[in-house]
């Protein structure tokens, strides 16, 4: 926001700070000044145009403009043609420096002497305008600038959404006061309220038809209006603030909402039909002139201000062509409303029409706001353009505001601050920022400000109070601990995912993050719509239906990698499936939570193999992470697998998941090419387990290490071997792992060769050689009896 710093100070009473010291306090009290733009206007003077003709020899749009500085004639080049014969501008002659920084000498522009430089707003710094070269009202040639708009600094000030009632120099000249150790002077609520007959209400009257869109209506009925150009005090703080000055009656609305914060709005009273104002909610197919030239369709979700016969007002961001205050205006009905926050915000977003009072309503005003607002600017009017303000004002008022009050005891601000604050302190900073305070035996009551609509626990005040007080007192301290016993919170499914995510990423595997909604097509396709749940208003048609499996999910963004040059991938995802329930009641599908991991873009079926072999030795590590648990692997069969390169993951008696070689189809189908291995596991069994470790001691005794190849026939699975040595190996084996598979040389046709390597030891004991081998006899005859095994020797 652009704050005008001399305006800034007179209304906070403030005579003895520059600029840098105001944008200080301000920061220090919670408003960041973002910059300070010092508007020095000595070297500016006032410039009459007395000629104007096009450039002869430029291909660009340039004018030459012959201008009288004061007794002197200069020749100046322009781009903009608006500066007409007989206007006043602003001119920076040559040997000055611009406010914007620009540097002016004497020099050739197309073959032409320029002489010097007529000045944009923007180049004044006095608004954003750079459409045309500034036009002044009044003035002599060769005026300095500064005797008109006097030199000022401009402040930007960052308002915090929550604190409307500061989009305004009344609400930061508050702040800054306060800041200061002042207060500032005269009442927010002027006393101004005209005193002609007949009332108001004789001329006009007002309903609200739509009372939760629209909290306040006040219209104020002024005559004997003259329409003219504003004084020049006011032109000067408006083009500070960067608004352009029109006529007495719109710069009066602007200046008062610069001034207090609240928008306000002029119609032309003769133009209102039926003497009747009515706010409603716009009827289907209406349409408003608007005072921008635009013609905009209204829709029945917007509130328009209407009289008796259409709408002459869009509710809080533009008013209607029709009733448009003109220079034959001579009675006026001054509006002065409250309008829902979010409707204003909603109408501004269809229509992309974004103004400065929607900007301050969409943020939520106080009502009595509003009455603040009008009488200001119906003394204004008073004063700058000759009216006479009626008595008996229209003010419709559905829903008053209520007073909010706020209990606390002084101990609990310290508490919540962290410091003391003497209570002399605090009861001055909260009267200062215009709360009430009442105290009784050490209890505070505090009635916070009309304007102040954020103000409603005892935090807030607490807040108010260390602001002013000044954060920079507040020591750094430690937080104070309660001498209670420490109990671990129990950690959250996340955070105790959290291992499995290290070890799979530690595996090379990145983890990924997907939307439940999948295309429902393609799970038809890989025959896993089993339980699916459609959605019945999909946002797109890839994404219809809740994903049964995350396979879907991670095949997808292995297409996009491969679409992207990027074909082989190594990734996993932690994140729900959606399975329907048909018995549930409810209708609520079960949302088991899943692991799954994919590794895609494998070049050969030595690469696949490897793959299944590193992606089964991760998903063992991930889930040893979060639980001792010990996985089954069992040989299986799908139409989603490479047949015979595929196994379920088993839990004890429980079926996780499975781990495998997806099919070539299954591949084709997905869009992608080479092959690619999968896992998909339900972690709530795991996550179910228990998660405590149970250390062992270390061993007395020695071990012994046998290592043996079994030889069977193709279709036996290692996991079966290591059940039965495990069950013939008794006590003494301690543990067991396959290490090695071999087919073809000197093996037959069909069979395989799988070797473990066994460790034997014993608790009591030193075991001798004979011990071993006699267990390990043992083994051998089990697996001679179960598996049709030989054995052969690991050495040859």
């Known amino acids: 926001m652009r704050v005008s710093y001399q305006w800034l100070c007179e209304l906070a009473g403030v005579q003895d700070a520059s600029p840098e010291r105001v944008a200080h306090v301000l920061t220090m009290a919670g408003w960041n000044v973002e910059e300070i733009t010092v508007i020095d206007l000595s070297e500016i003077v006032v410039g009459r145009v007395l000629s104007q003709e096009p450039h002869p020899t430029s291909r660009n749009p340039l004018w030459v403009h012959q201008v009288d500085v004061g007794g002197q004639t200069r020749q100046i080049i322009a781009g903009a043609d608006n500066a007409k014969p007989g206007s006043l501008v602003p001119v920076a002659l040559p040997g000055t420096t611009v406010p914007n920084g620009t540097e002016v000498g004497d020099r050739k522009i197309a073959g032409l002497a320029g002489q010097g430089?007529?000045?944009?707003?923007?180049?004044?710094?006095?608004?954003?305008?750079?459409?045309?070269?500034?036009?002044?009202?009044?003035?002599?040639?060769?005026?300095?600038?500064?005797?008109?708009?006097?030199?000022?600094?401009?402040?930007?000030?960052?308002?915090?959404?929550?604190?409307?009632?500061?989009?305004?120099?009344?609400?930061?000249a508050r702040e800054l006061a306060a800041a200061l150790g002042r207060t500032v002077p005269g009442d927010f609520m002027p006393l101004f309220t005209g005193g002609i007959d007949p009332p108001g209400t004789d001329l006009v009257t007002v309903d609200i038809e739509a009372p939760d869109l629209c909290g306040r209506y006040i219209g104020a009925v002024i005559s004997d209006v003259k329409v003219a150009s504003s004084p020049r005090w006011l032109q000067r703080r408006l083009r500070v603030c960067g608004v352009r000055p029109i006529s007495n009656v719109v710069d009066v609305t602007n200046y008062v909402a610069l001034e207090y914060g609240q928008p306000l709005h002029a119609f032309d009273l003769s133009k209102i039909r039926g003497g009747r104002i009515v706010v409603r909610r716009a009827r289907p197919?209406?349409?408003?002139?608007?005072?921008d030239g635009e013609t905009r369709r209204l829709t029945p979700e917007m509130l328009v201000i209407a009289d008796a016969e259409r709408p002459v007002g869009l509710a809080g961001l533009i008013g209607g062509e029709e009733t448009a205050v003109t220079d034959a205006t001579t009675q006026l009905l001054l509006e002065a409303a409250n309008f829902d926050g979010i409707n204003v915000r909603a109408t501004s977003r269809d229509l992309r029409l974004r103004t400065e009072a929607s900007s301050r309503f969409e943020k939520g005003l106080s009502p009595e706001l509003a009455l603040a607002g009008a009488r200001r600017a119906a003394r204004l009017l008073n004063e700058v353009a000759g009216g006479r303000v009626h008595v008996g004002w229209a003010d419709e008022y559905p829903r008053p505001q209520e007073p909010v009050r706020v209990h606390f005891r002084p101990e609990q601000i310290d508490?919540?601050?962290?410091?003391?604050?003497?209570?002399?302190?605090?009861?001055?900073?909260?009267?200062?920022?215009?709360?009430?305070?009442?105290?009784?035996?050490?209890?505070?009551?505090?009635?916070?400000?009309?304007?102040?609509?954020?103000?409603?626990?005892?935090?807030?005040?607490?807040?108010?109070?260390?602001?002013?007080?000044?954060?920079?007192?507040?020591?750094?301290?430690?937080?104070?601990?309660?001498?209670?016993?420490?109990?671990?919170?129990?950690?959250?499914?996340?955070?105790?995912?959290?291992?499995?995510r290290h070890t799979l990423a530690g595996a090379g595997l990145t983890e990924v993050v997907t939307p439940a909604l999948v295309d429902g097509s393609l799970l038809e396709q890989l025959g896993l719509d089993e339980g699916m749940?459609?959605?019945?208003?999909?946002?797109?048609?890839?994404?219809?239906?809740?994903?049964?499996?995350?396979?879907?999910?991670?095949?997808?963004?292995?297409?996009?990698?491969?679409?992207?040059?990027?074909?082989?991938?190594?990734?996993?995802?932690?994140?729900?499936?959606?399975?329907?329930?048909?018995?549930?009641?409810?209708?609520?599908?079960?949302e088991p939570t899943r692991l799954g991991a994919l590794r895609a873009g494998l070049p050969n079926a030595e690469a696949g193999r490897t793959a299944f072999l590193e992606l089964k030795g991760a998903l063992e590590r991930g889930l040893d992470s979060i639980a001792s648990v010990e996985l089954d692997f069992r040989r299986a069969a799908s139409p989603l697998f490479h047949p015979g390169r595929c196994a379920r993951v088993l839990l004890g008696d429980r079926e996780l998941g499975y781990l495998g070689e997806l099919h070539p189809s299954v591949v084709a189908e997905a869009g992608l090419e080479g092959r690619a291995t999968v896992f998909e596991v339900d972690l709530d069994p795991v996550l179910a387990a228990d998660p405590t470790r149970r250390a062992r001691p270390l061993p007395r005794f020695p071990a012994v290490n046998r290592d043996l190849a079994v030889v069977v026939p193709e279709q036996v699975e290692a996991a079966s071997?290591?059940?039965?040595?495990?069950?013939?190996?008794?006590?003494?084996?301690?543990?067991?792992?396959?290490?090695?598979?071999?087919?073809?040389?000197?093996?037959p046709s069909g069979r395989k060769s799988v070797a473990f390597s066994m460790t034997f030891r014993s608790p009591d004991r030193t075991?001798?050689?004979?011990?071993?081998?006699?267990?390990?006899?043992?083994?051998?005859?089990?697996?001679?009896?179960r598996h049709q095994a030989t054995f052969r020797d690991l050495t040859s």
Not at 126 to 146: A, C, E, F, K, V
Not at 456 to 477: F, H, L, Q, S
Request: net charge negative; with cysteine.
């Open 285 to 291: 197919g209406e349409e408003l002139n608007c005072l």
């Open 767 to 785: 075991l001798t050689d004979s011990e071993v081998d006699a267990q390990l006899e043992r083994v051998k005859a089990a697996l001679r009896e």
């Open 533 to 590: 749940v459609r959605m019945v208003n999909p946002v797109s048609a890839d994404q219809d239906s809740l994903r049964t499996t995350l396979v879907t999910s991670l095949l997808e963004v292995a297409l996009r990698n491969r679409n992207r040059g990027r074909p082989a991938v190594a990734v996993f995802e932690i994140g729900r499936a959606y399975i329907r329930r048909p018995e549930d009641p409810t209708g609520q599908p079960a």
């Open 415 to 500: 508490a919540i601050l962290g410091v003391h604050v003497p209570l002399e302190d605090m009861e001055a900073i909260l009267q200062r920022l215009g709360f009430q305070v009442r105290v009784q035996d050490g209890e505070w009551d505090v009635l916070p400000p009309v304007f102040r609509l954020d103000i409603n626990i005892r935090e807030d005040v607490a807040e108010e109070v260390g602001r002013i007080y000044g954060y920079d007192k507040v020591p750094p301290t430690l937080p104070g601990r309660r001498r209670t016993t420490w109990v671990p919170a129990t950690p959250s499914q996340e955070r105790r995912l959290d291992p499995v």
């Open 117 to 172: 430089m007529l000045c944009a707003e923007d180049e004044l710094q006095l608004g954003d305008d750079h459409s045309g070269i500034m036009l002044l009202d009044d003035g002599r040639p060769g005026q300095h600038l500064d005797e008109l708009i006097p030199s000022d600094a401009v402040l930007d000030v960052d308002v915090t959404p929550n604190r409307p009632d500061c989009l305004s120099h009344l609400g930061l």
């Open 721 to 747: 071997l290591l059940a039965t040595i495990e069950a013939a190996g008794g006590e003494l084996l301690e543990s067991v792992r396959a290490f090695d598979e071999y087919r073809g040389g000197q093996l």
